[in-house]
């Protein structure tokens, strides 16, 4: 009995201490923000990517004197990457916390579960990165400032039949993913209109390391390049198991690419691929250099896309508050609604009536360890 | 006639909580409160699997999934032609039709899969029984994913919300009374026995393969009518929602609640849900945390938080020594 | 045919490496009969210290060479080791034998956390686990002692609950974010007909196949290893017999953690990208190999690692690659309804 008595109330000790260190306080003087993302899990690159992207905007903001006088203050959750997880933290952003507009998630799916959420309460909610069209349809509230699969689907298709003049192409992509899938999709679809065929269509999950199989089945049919719409941690093993088994195509893909990491990974073996982003980390222009210098002297390395849509989703959504002059959420949205040529880190963004961004695309080529810009594709 | 009006009062008393409740306690703790309902469903079933039958499976997340996607897709596909069929019904009764008929589907798909795994369980034991249920929770999952028109790796969008409080927990005590019954009727004894020792139990007589494959199907249904009242609430389904580690948080629930005892598994799932909202404050070290407690639980109170307790004092003394005879 | 042959190779350097981490599994469970499902974690933690062994200022200095990549090797099994062996300190044998200082361990990782949560400097964090490590001490001297454990579902899940806790505490203290790990070998690609061969991947099929070979040594030809296999069939007989029991314990675990060790080092050479999850879907996949070679069968380890290995590249080669996943489970399933105890394993006698 002494036993029992003691371990129930030393548990009970302990799971109140844990519950009550670090309560959330609010004060009038600051404008509370919920960003949720996948901080821990297999796709937390991504999310704390975005994270350390948004944290510079706010800082930023914050140390321009605010918005409407007050102090931006981001309340951050993290969802592990599950899609469950999203809806509740999502749930309690709004309810418990009281924020008055969302940033999140990275993955479609994340984002698909929690944006009804979001619409029933009636709070605007903005995704950096989520490129399923179906995310933004969930509502009015609901927003993105990147691309969506169609658009980056056929920019790499175009660009492969137009530009490369290739017309027979094989197809590498990330069955776990909905971006990756979605692209690759949209890609067949574009690339075989424009006359091209499709030699061959294998998948891997994220997260897996040996691709050497798909890669040996896709060598036998010859491809003039291998389209593989995943993301930077696969991709850079993809190109060296690629070119150890011989193949001599280059590789294309989509923004999910962009990240100082994947050269670093891939090295020599992604000489001469392409893919599609929002902006080059070259490019001269002061807004740019000026996100990069400052993101590289904060975290130390170099930011990638995620990062930029991250700072421009914060970014748009400031925009909106000085705009709306207010956090009441059906001016904010109204106020959102209205961005037009919005000039952020990963272009020009204007959000049109379905509430997508509508922005151009540039390929970039890897040239001698370093992007290099080739052309832009206006949508 | 009693029962009846009983069960008459439980659905006032639920209907009245669903009526007000999300006003009293806010819509983060009823959505909460909704997940715990589904958890428990969850965890008492694979109780009567774990707890009652003494078989070992970590592939609950696959029926669980099963019965999600089905119901999600009958409604999806088949909604509008049953909203044509009750079309004299007033809105909500229609709305109940059609959760009914997506979690009877649910329930009815889920089963037949349980049936598929309990069957190689006849003749596989422990460990590797245990391994072959995570392999079909897994090849379940696998194959969502390739499944184009339920979404595939997109997931599924666009689902009817049809379940609340007062749906989850009317099933909640569907599930409780008919796995309670089951296991203290003088049939279900027969699963406890397998339990305690299969081969006294087949000299006495109890058909052990039967009641085994008896006790996946039965689980693996109310799983699915879990499933089902989940995709109803969250509008969306993905696989990413029912890997393995979907199945290893049942089996916590349960052995963290008391393992073979309902009020366990009830107590078990609540617990699990609700400290891990309570631990959200931690941020970075919550799950960190959790994985501590959950260790430090084992180490010191294996026989999990609830031990020995029962709410029915004297008649689950009586099951064990039934047995004994 | 050469795509053929291609594959088959591609298969084998798979199949070494789900092996590798399937050699680990099938120790412990041999003798312990527990599935230790933070084995995948070690081999996740192995592949971590080896990253920071070869970026410490002795790693950088000797480089890609030979030396270099036995420090790397040596360095990261001996820390694998120590792990096992806290792992099974603390987490499985109270319960089992008498072991003090268990509350103090992990109330002072609490401590820490809460000490890096409130404070964020190493001081913090010192303090903390100081105030942990006493307060468990205070809880256990007035009473609170771990209950006698003999429930497989209950060691299961603290298995569960360790595998958590090494992959939620990687995260933080490594980062979530994935690295890259050096090349501590050179590589070169061999082609022999059309078919790419290439070192690194013949050095695992080599150090698994060496390894198998070795450890079957040591279970069956040495002293230690007898008294593992005592163990093996009954502790309680074995305790009486004069075995100590714990130390035999203790042993397969450090063994064990660093197989996982050398496996996590070897395999990602092959796939040079780390991450605090790394260990999960190869370890599930080693695991399964294990089961279908018979769990607790070091051979039977070796070739249903092969297997898996190669059926799933082949179901990728000449079938539906999204079903990749799922390949491994579909053998599983259909070799354990044939023969219920795995490839090698021993039906074992049921006893009244």
């Known amino acids: 009995m002494k036993h029992r008595t003691w371990s129930h109330a030393s548990f009970l000790v302990l799971t109140a201490a844990l519950a009550a260190c670090a309560g959330g306080d609010q004060s009038a003087d600051e404008i509370l923000i919920g960003e949720y993302g996948s901080l821990t899990g297999t796709t937390a690159t991504f999310g704390i990517s975005t994270k350390n992207g948004i944290e510079m905007a706010t800082e930023a903001i914050n140390a321009a004197g605010g918005l409407l006088g007050k102090q931006v203050r981001i309340i951050v959750e993290d969802d592990q990457g599950r899609p469950e997880e999203a809806q509740t933290v999502v749930s309690k952003l709004i309810n418990s916390d009281r924020v008055v507009a969302l940033l999140g998630e990275v993955a479609s799916s994340n984002s698909l579960a929690a944006a009804p959420v979001a619409q029933q309460n009636r709070i605007p909610m903005i995704s950096p990165s989520s490129t399923n069209p179906a995310v933004t349809e ?71 390391t040996d691709f050497s199989a798909q890669l040996t089945a896709l060598k036998a049919t010859n491809p003039q390049a291998i389209f593989v719409p995943g993301y930077y941690t696969e991709v850079g093993l993809i190109a060296r198991q690629a070119k150890a088994l011989g193949i001599q195509a280059p590789l294309l893909g989509g923004d999910g690419w962009d990240s100082p990491d994947l050269i670093e990974i891939g090295g020599e073996a992604l000489e001469g691929s392409y893919f599609s982003n929002h902006y080059s980390v070259d490019d001269p222009s002061p807004a740019i250099q000026k996100f990069v210098t400052d993101y590289r002297a904060k975290y130390g390395e170099t930011p990638d896309a995620l990062a930029g849509l991250g ?48 922005k151009p695309a540039v390929v970039l080529q890897i040239k001698d360890a370093k992007l290099a810009y080739v052309e832009t594709i206006t949508p | 006639m009693k029962r009846w009006l009983l069960w008459l009062g439980v659905l006032l008393v639920l209907a009245g909580l669903e009526a007000s409740l999300r006003g009293l306690i806010g819509p983060y703790a009823y959505q909460i409160t909704v997940l715990v309902g589904v958890n428990i469903i969850l965890a008492v079933s694979l109780n009567l699997i774990n707890g009652f039958t003494g078989q070992f499976s970590i592939g609950h997340a696959g029926f669980y999934a099963v019965g999600a996607y089905t119901s999600a897709a009958l409604v999806k596909f088949g909604g509008p032609a049953i909203r044509g069929l009750v079309g004299f019904l007033p809105a909500i009764g229609q709305d109940a039709v059609l959760l009914l008929a997506g979690l009877a589907a649910a329930a009815i798909v889920a089963g037949i899969a349980g049936l598929a795994v309990g069957i190689p369980s006849l003749r596989l034991r422990g460990d590797y029984l245990a391994i072959v249920t995570l392999g079909f929770g897994e090849i379940i999952r ?85 499933g089902g009242l989940f995709g109803h609430f969250t509008m969306y389904l993905h696989p990413n929602s029912f890997t393995f580690v979907a199945s290893f948080n049942v089996i916590i629930m349960i052995v963290i609640g008391g393992l073979g005892s309902i009020e366990g598994a009830v107590v078990g799932a609540t617990v699990f849900t609700v400290a891990l909202e309570l631990l959200r404050k931690l941020g970075p070290f919550r799950l960190v945390s959790f994985a501590v407690l959950l260790v430090l639980i084992m180490i010191y109170r294996p026989q999990g938080l609830l031990g020995s307790w029962t709410l029915f004092k004297g008649r689950r003394k009586a099951a064990p020594k039934a047995m004994v005879v | 045919m050469e795509t053929f042959l291609q594959q088959l190779v591609n298969g084998i350097s798979q199949g070494s490496a789900y092996a590798l981490i399937a050699l680990g599994y099938t120790m412990v469970y041999g003798v312990l009969r527990l599935i230790n499902f933070a084995h995948s974690d070690v081999y996740m933690f192995g592949a971590f210290m080896g990253y920071y062994i070869a970026n410490s200022t002795l790693g950088l200095a000797l480089g890609p060479s030979i030396p270099g990549a036995i420090l790397v090797m040596v360095g990261s099994m001996a820390l694998c080791a120590c792990l096992g062996i806290l792992i099974e300190r603390f987490a499985y044998r109270p319960g089992r034998s008498p072991s003090p200082f268990t509350l103090s361990f992990w109330f002072g990782i609490l401590g820490a956390g809460f000490g890096q949560l409130l404070g964020g400097t190493l001081v913090s964090v010192a303090l903390g686990a100081l105030a942990g490590a006493v307060l468990g001490f205070v809880l256990e001297k007035v009473g609170l002692k771990p209950k006698p454990q003999s429930s497989h579902l209950k060691l299961l899940i603290i298995a569960i609950g360790v595998s958590f806790f090494l992959e939620n505490g990687g995260q933080q203290v490594f980062g979530a974010d994935p690295k890259f790990f050096p090349q501590i070998i050179p590589n070169r690609s061999i082609d022999v007909g059309g078919v790419s061969l290439d070192t690194q991947k013949l050095t695992v099929l080599g150090v698994a196949l060496l390894l198998m070979i070795l450890l079957n040594v040591v279970v069956h030809y040495t002293k230690t290893g007898k008294a593992m296999r005592a163990v093996s069939f009954n502790l309680d007989t074995a305790k009486l017999m004069g075995i100590n029991t714990d130390r035999i314990i203790a042993f397969t675990f450090a063994l064990g953690s660093a197989l996982a060790g050398a496996g996590g080092i070897l395999v990602t050479l092959m796939y040079p990208r780390i991450d605090p999850l790394m260990g999960i879907m190869p370890g599930l996949k080693a695991f399964v190999a294990a089961v279908l070679g018979g769990i607790g069968n070091i051979t039977g380890a070796m070739i249903g690692g092969l297997i898996i290995g190669l059926a799933e590249v082949m179901a990728v080669g000449y079938g539906q690659s999204t079903y990749r996943d799922a390949i491994a489970f579909v053998i599983l399933v259909l070799i354990l309804l044939l023969k219920p105890t795995g490839i090698m394993g021993k039906g074992m006698v049921e006893k009244v």
């Open chain 1, 311 to 358: 700072y421009d989703a914060a970014m748009v959504l400031f925009d909106a508050i000085k705009r709306a002059g207010t956090t009441e959420p059906q001016a904010l949205r109204d106020a959102i609604a209205a961005t037009r040529n919005f000039a952020g880190v990963t272009g020009t963004t204007t959000l049109d009536e379905h509430r997508n961004a509508v």
């Open chain 1, 138 to 208: 969930v509502g009015d509230f609901i927003f993105r400032v990147c691309f969506i699969d169609p658009f980056q689907g056929f920019v790499m298709a175009k660009f492969a039949a137009n530009t490369l003049q290739f017309t027979n192409v094989a197809i590498l992509r990330d069955i776990k993913s909905d971006y990756s899938v979605g692209l690759a999709d949209v890609f067949i679809q574009n690339f075989t209109t424009l006359g091209g065929t499709i030699a061959s269509d294998e998948s891997y999950s994220g997260g897996d």
């Open chain 2, 142 to 226: 696998v194959v969502i994913l390739n499944v184009d028109s339920i979404g595939g790796a997109r997931g599924f969008s666009g689902i009817e919300q049809l379940s609340n409080f007062f749906w989850v927990y009317f099933f909640v005590l569907v599930t409780i009374v008919v796995i309670h019954n089951i296991v203290h009727s003088s049939y279900g004894r027969a699963f406890v026995s397998i339990r305690d020792d299969e081969i006294a139990a087949e000299a006495m007589g109890v058909d052990t393969t039967r009641f085994k494959v008896l006790s996946f199907v039965i689980s693996s249904m109310f799983a699915g009518i879990a």
